[in-house]
Nanobody
Framework: QVQLVESGGGLVQAGGSLRLSCAAS????????MEWWRQAPGKGRESVIG????????YYVDSAKGRFTISRYIAKSTVYLQMNSLKREDKAVYYC?????????????WGQGTQVTVSS
């Protein structure tokens, strides 16, 4: 099992920045990739950005391009999401996910989520 704990959410003005953290524990050696997903009110959960744990290769959806960055600190088994130029539509609960397989599979492990609210 892998346990994930997110932190860093909060209220920010549009155009501002926020950094989320996700600390992994347990069988972290089984992690192949880690991702950030989000779920806006009334909508389904969507993938935003991800990183291959061993290589650091990153991938993201178009809405995150140029604004969001994912990074990892291997020694702390922690992944970060740096969000810049935040928009009102970025308001959502952000979840960290960890997967042992490739990108055709959904993450097996999830954190509890952290709320991000963007005000105008």
């Amino acid at each position: 099992q892998v346990q994930l704990v997110e932190s860093g959410g909060g209220l920010v003005q549009a155009g501002g920045s926020l950094r989320l953290s996700c600390a992994a524990s347990g069988r972290t050696f089984s992690i192949y990739r880690m991702e950030w997903w989000r779920q806006a009110p009334g909508k389904g959960r969507e993938s935003v950005i991800g990183i291959i744990w061993s290589t650091g290769v990153t991938y993201y959806v178009d809405s995150a391009k140029g604004r969001f960055t994912i990074s990892r600190y291997i020694a702390k088994s922690t992944v970060y999401l740096q969000m810049n130029s935040l928009k009102r539509e970025d308001k959502a609960v952000y979840y960290c996910g960890a997967a042992s397989g490739g990108r055709t599979t959904s993450p097996e492990y999830w954190g509890q989520g952290t709320q991000v609210t963007v005000s105008s």
